[in-house]
């Protein structure tokens, strides 16, 4: 089973749709959790941070259930621009503190 | 935008010669990391790096080697490259020692080995 799993995609949806991704994550030791963005053929760049009582930035809102071991982003009122791949994230716990492991990334296209 | 940088952009090399990937930040950064990354597929950490004179294997075993002599520059180093090496190696930074932080990550190169 791998450490952290989403649905890969490809989420093909139109300008101004509401998209969720959703992920899991196995190593309950974690204790950071992130999404990712990554545009085709880029390096990846921080979208948000993950925190227990849900946080929001602008359009998107990620939440975090430890207890199911489970991250959601939303995104609100998508834009021809949000079209990327959304990696989630989650730290290694114990020695390895601050490295990070990705997910495979969940591909989204937004289209006019 | 971030501050880290790699070179070269792009390499296709032969079998059998030896390369090496640069990267460097200007952050001041403690940690810093390599990643391996196919088209498709998620990130795997190959080497990190608290600080000047520390390097650490990553989750993923690579033949690659790395070195730490100075805190901005972190080169990644393939004595015989091979087929099996191609792929796009990503480099990245971070702070240490506050938790685990935002990694910043530069533009990749990748590698095609003939």
């Known amino acids: 089973r791998k450490e952290v799993e989403q649905d890969p995609g490809p989420f093909n949806v139109p300008e101004g749709a509401t998209v969720a991704f959703n992920c899991t994550y196995s190593n309950s030791a974690s204790q950071s959790f992130f999404w990712y963005r990554q545009d085709c053929r880029k390096e990846p760049k921080l979208l948000m941070s993950?925190?227990?009582s849900g946080n929001e930035d602008g359009r998107f809102t990620a939440q975090l259930n430890r207890a199911s071991q489970y991250i959601s982003l939303l995104i609100r009122d998508s834009k021809l621009s949000d079209s990327a791949t959304y990696l989630c994230?989650?730290?290694?716990?114990?020695?390895?503190?601050?490295?990070?492991?990705f997910g495979k990334g969940t591909k989204l296209s937004v289209k006019p | 935008e971030a501050d880290i940088y790699q070179t070269p952009r792009y390499l296709v090399i032969g079998t059998g010669k030896k390369i090496t990937l640069e990267c460097s930040q200007t952050m001041g950064h403690d940690k810093m990391y390599w990643y391996q990354q196919d088209p498709g597929m998620e990130l795997h950490l190959i080497h990190y790096?608290?600080?000047?004179?520390s390097t650490e294997k990553g989750d993923l075993s690579s033949e690659s080697t790395v070195s730490r002599i100075r805190t901005e520059h972190f080169p990644l180093t393939l004595e015989s490259a091979r087929p099996s090496h191609t792929s796009q190696y990503l480099c990245?930074?971070?702070?240490w020692g506050k938790g685990v932080n935002e990694q910043f990550f530069g533009p990749g190169t990748r590698l095609t080995v003939l």
């Open positions: 994230v989650t730290s290694r716990g114990g020695g390895s503190q601050g490295n990070l492991i």
């Open positions: 790096s608290y600080g000047v004179n």
């Open positions: 993950v925190y227990s």
């Open positions: 990245a930074s971070s702070e």
